[in-house]
């Protein structure tokens, strides 16, 4: 089981920044791809950046160049830094991780809001 707590939320400016922080309760290595979707009201889940222990990140084309994906093994935690945010930025963002041994099973946090304004 792993367990998953964001923060970082909150309301900016447009063109502002923020970094959302999820910390995992278990080590990093055990957690073979972490990641942050966000969900904008009345709108699916979207895949925002992943990486992996290996290095590899991947973000969607609406975030590249202006979002960062992170991860700080010493403190269990990755993160998300946010730069020049629009007003289409704004949802609530979870993270996720997912384990693969037989099967793959994801782990999400409560969510944190984003709020960037006009």
């Known amino acids: 089981q792993v367990q998953l707590v964001e923060s970082g939320g909150g309301l900016v400016q447009a063109g502002g920044s923020l970094r959302l922080s999820c910390e995992a309760s278990v080590n990093l290595f055990a957690i073979n791809i972490m990641g942050w979707y966000r969900q904008a009201p009345g709108k699916e889940r979207l895949l925002v950046a992943t990486t992996t222990n290996g290095g590899r990140t991947n973000y969607a084309d609406s975030v590249k160049g202006r979002f960062t994906i992170s991860r700080d093994y010493a403190k269990n935690t990755w993160y998300l830094q946010m730069n020049s945010l629009k007003p289409e930025d704004t949802a609530v963002y979870y993270c996720?991780?997912?384990?693969?041994?037989?099967?793959?099973?994801?782990?999400w946090g409560k969510g944190t809001l984003v709020t960037v304004s006009s």
């Open positions: 996720n991780a997912r384990r693969v041994t037989i099967n793959a099973i994801d782990y």
